[in-house]
């Protein structure tokens, strides 16, 4: 049985091609493991909220100073462990105005966290194995 982690974020909603697109692999995901775990998260119509003072003082790895801190960096934690969670993820990721949907560069703001989710090294940037990350929580 495996896990997929999947990430739709259209503004369009039903009329969405991404959306679609998303059902679509997911289906046949499905018929090639029929005990399939999904972990859905539609950034359309549920987005995560964008980055602020607090959540981005939060993520950033000082202590929760209020109650805003806290709940942001909890929600950090659980995005992780869906990540974590996840043997596939399927993102579903529309182009507006030359980029992302902000809905879904909202979402990899939650889970890009330095020395949790990956580390700076000299080659750059590189993803974090579990196992030598800090703790997410
Ligand atoms: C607000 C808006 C901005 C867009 N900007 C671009 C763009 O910069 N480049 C492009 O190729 N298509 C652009 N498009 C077209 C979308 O990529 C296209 O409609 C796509 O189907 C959107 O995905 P969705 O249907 O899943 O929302 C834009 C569409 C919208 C609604």
Known sequence: MSTILVLISSALGEASVS????????????????ALQVIAHDLG???I?????????????????????????????????????ADTIVI????????????????????LRAGVTFSYSEAGPEACSPANAQSSS
């Open 45 to 47: 119509s549920s987005p």
């Open 49 to 85: 909220p964008h980055l602020n003072f607090d959540s981005a003082t939060a993520i950033r790895g000082a202590e929760p100073a209020n109650a805003e801190q806290a709940a942001a960096r909890a929600l950090s934690d659980e995005l992780i462990d869906e990540l974590r969670a």
């Open 19 to 34: 959306n679609q697109l998303v059902h679509d692999a997911v289906a046949q995901l499905r018929l090639q493991d029929p």
């Open 92 to 111: 579903g990721a529309p182009m507006y105005n030359f980029g992302m949907a902000s809905t879904l560069k909202a979402w990899f703001d939650h889970v």
